[in-house]
Nanobody, 121 residues
Framework: QVQLVESGGGLVQPGGSLRLSCAASGSIVDVYDMTWHRQAPGKQRELVASVSRGGRTNYADSVKGRFTISRDNAKNTVYLQMNSLKPEDTAVYYC???????????????WGQGTQVTVSS
């Protein structure tokens, strides 16, 4: 069984910073792409940033220059450093990972439970 556990959300003022973490645990053989998504009330879930196992990153235009995604392969953990936060960044943030577990022949998709980020004065 593989689980993704997120942490680091909360309430922050505009212009502030937060750092999200997401750790994959369980009987894992390898972790491939890891991503952060977010979903604001009344909106569809959107991709925020992604990082490949080799460290290649991609960002949504709305967060470029403000957010940084990184990962620690030894800890099976992905991070999202969020700076210069805006009220429109308010959403539930979800992490995703493509994982091959010990009991599986193929890779499977796993999602975290979500963590709330609220940007407000």
């Amino acid at each position: 069984q593989v689980q993704l556990v997120e942490s680091g959300g909360g309430l922050v003022q505009p212009g502030g910073s937060l750092r999200l973490s997401c750790a994959a645990s369980g009987s894992i053989v390898d972790v491939y792409d890891m991503t952060w998504h977010r979903q604001a009330p009344g909106k569809q879930r959107e991709l925020v940033a992604s990082v490949s196992r080799g460290g290649r990153t991609n960002y949504a235009d709305s967060v470029k220059g403000r957010f940084t995604i990184s990962r620690d392969n030894a800890k099976n953990t992905v991070y999202l450093q969020m700076n210069s936060l805006k009220p429109e960044d308010t959403a539930v943030y979800y992490c995703y990972a493509e994982v091959r577990a010990v009991v599986d022949i193929r890779r499977r998709d796993y999602w975290g439970q979500g963590t709330q980020v609220t940007v407000s004065s």
